[in-house]
């Protein structure tokens, strides 16, 4: 595996067992707490809904600064890139990839 990783110009690195500081996921998950924290839902289609928006809020930018904080170098349109999905966000939270592809001649 290593041979495999640093024949493709990456880094193997080890890291501890469990280090939250080193996992970026985890801001995202304090932001999603405190959204449903203070929207408070009483019923499951309302915790539902609102979880469905707090992972909407959670724009591309902001997750590239997980990763920043995290320690991780990143090169924003990578980060773009592998986020497009359109599972977090809209085109209107990614001016930047939206530009890009209509220069590239995208839809």
């Not at 280090?19 to 924290?37: G, Q, T, V, W």
Request: charged share 25%.
């Amino acid at each position: 595996m290593r041979e495999a990783i640093e024949a493709a110009g990456a880094q193997l690195r080890y890291l501890p067992a469990y280090s939250p500081d080193l996992n970026p996921i985890e801001n995202a998950y304090a932001k999603i707490k405190l959204d449903l924290r203070t929207g408070a839902a009483r019923t499951v289609d309302a915790l539902w809904r609102l979880v469905g928006r707090s992972v909407k809020a959670i724009a591309p930018s902001e997750c590239a600064g997980y990763f920043r904080h995290a320690g991780y170098r990143s090169d924003p349109n990578q980060v773009e890139s592998a986020l497009d999905c359109n599972c977090a966000a809209t085109e209107l939270e990614r001016p930047s990839l939206l530009a890009r592809r209509q220069a590239q001649g995208e839809p």
